[in-house]
Structure formats: structure tokens, C-alpha cells
């Protein structure tokens, strides 16, 4: 079963930094993309950045200049640099993941168990 495992979350400042970390694992042949999401109660799980294979960001305009996604050099790690966080960057973030499953031969997309992320002073 793959897997995904967020770390790095937790409580900071306004104008603090965090770096969340995201390591996949398991039955992996390869992984396409992954991803940031973010969630606040009451509300609909939105893309917070995402990276390709190919190397292409894409980022919300909420966060663009702030955030850098980037992958780690074994593929299977994605990290979300935070950079100037504001309270509206409060939420639960998922980590998100499209891979080709070594063992089924299926893609999909597998997700995170989330961590949480408070910007508060």
C-alpha cells in the first residue's frame, strides 16, 4: 500500500516561516506529480502548489512569492517552503501524490493524513 507521511507542521508567528515535508513509500514505479493542499473547516480542500515530473510549478495566487515547493533527489519526497505566513494561511495541509502503483499497474492519486499549520500571534 502506498503511503504518504507529512512532518513539519505546527504553530508560528505572522511573518514566520515552516517547511512541511512529504515522503511517499511503498509499491511506488513511479510518481508523476505531487502536491500541497490546504483545508480549513467549512471549507473545500484547494491546491496550494504542485510540481511535475517535468519540473513545471504551478502555485495559487494566494501564495505565489511566498511558497516553493520543490522534490527531493530521490523523487519521493515533496517539500512546501513557507515563507511571510499570514493567519489566512491557517488550515490543515495535505500532502498529494499521482502514482503508478508498482503492484496493481494503476495510476491514482493517493493523499496525505494532513498536518496542521496555525499562523497566529
Known amino acids: 500500500q502506498v503511503q504518504l507521511v507529512e512532518s513539519g507542521g505546527g504553530l508560528v508567528q505572522p511573518g514566520g516561516s515552516l517547511r512541511l515535508s512529504c515522503a511517499a513509500s511503498?509499491?511506488?514505479?513511479?510518481?508523476?506529480?505531487m502536491g500541497w493542499y490546504r483545508q480549513t473547516p467549512g471549507k473545500q480542500r484547494e491546491l496550494v502548489a504542485a510540481i511535475r515530473s517535468g519540473g513545471d510549478n504551478h502555485y495559487a495566487d494566494s501564495v505565489k512569492g511566498r511558497f516553493t515547493i520543490s522534490r527531493g533527489n530521490a523523487k519521493n519526497t515533496v517539500y512546501l517552503q513557507m515563507n511571510s505566513l499570514k493567519p489566512e494561511d491557517t488550515a490543515v495541509y495535505y500532502c498529494n501524490a499521482d502514482v503508478l502503483s508498482a503492484s496493481s499497474g494503476y495510476r491514482r492519486d493517493y493523499w496525505g493524513q494532513g498536518t496542521q499549520v496555525t499562523v497566529s500571534s
Open positions: 511503498g509499491p511506488i514505479f513511479s510518481i508523476n506529480g
